[in-house]
């Protein structure tokens, strides 16, 4: 029994590896839209139906890559997950951890589209605090979500700005402007 489920452990790592490469290649040479369960898996070299025993949808699959992505960061450079009310530290280490991604990273968090990376990255992010405690449940949950969406669409908007301008700003600057304005709004930075 032990030798069977060894197998069939090595045969759905297998896969999902094949998958992962597949994808990395395609999006080297095109864009996030343009790859399908087709595509993806005639790159990968297995069948359709194999994919669907793994993910039901592509965007099941897409999940899968952000949720590794967000693993990483909370597993190896998030130093206060614990804390919610770190937001000048999330601000911070977060963009510092996206800045160092390789272009994959990068390209999936700024591309448009219909499954978007970098709104489900952050919205993640918010999500995994907020199991720790939550620096905004004093507010009516309409009011909340509208400050948590400010949160995330800045700090979303920000860097993929930062990615469009060439990243001209050093990444400890940018993540530094990034946290001062998520943390104080932009009236202290007037002169």
Request: hydrophobic residues 35%; proline residues 3%; contains cysteine.
């Amino acid at each position: 029994m032990r030798t069977v489920e060894k197998k069939a452990d090595l045969r759905v790592l297998r896969t999902r590896a094949a998958l992962h490469e597949a994808f990395n290649e395609l999006m080297e040479e095109t864009t996030l839209d343009r790859i399908t369960v087709k595509t993806l898996t005639e790159r990968a070299g297995i069948n359709r139906k194999t994919f669907y025993l793994h993910f039901e949808t592509i965007e099941a699959f897409y999940d899968s890559i952000m949720n590794g992505i967000m693993d990483d960061f909370f597993e190896n450079h998030e130093t206060t997950a614990d804390d919610p009310y770190d937001i000048d530290g999330h601000a911070r280490r977060f963009f510092l951890f996206l800045a160092s991604q390789p272009s994959i990273v990068e390209r999936l968090i700024c591309a448009p589209g219909l499954y978007d990376f970098g709104e489900r990255i952050y919205r993640t992010q918010m999500n995994r605090y907020k199991s720790v405690g939550n620096p905004f449940d004093w507010m009516p949950s309409d009011q909340e979500e509208l400050v948590k969406s400010f949160i995330r669409n800045t700090a979303l908007d920000f860097y993929r700005q930062w990615v469009r301008e060439g990243k001209t700003v050093p990444e400890s600057t940018a993540a530094q402007l990034l946290s001062d304005l998520t943390c104080h709004g932009v009236e202290h930075l007037m002169r």
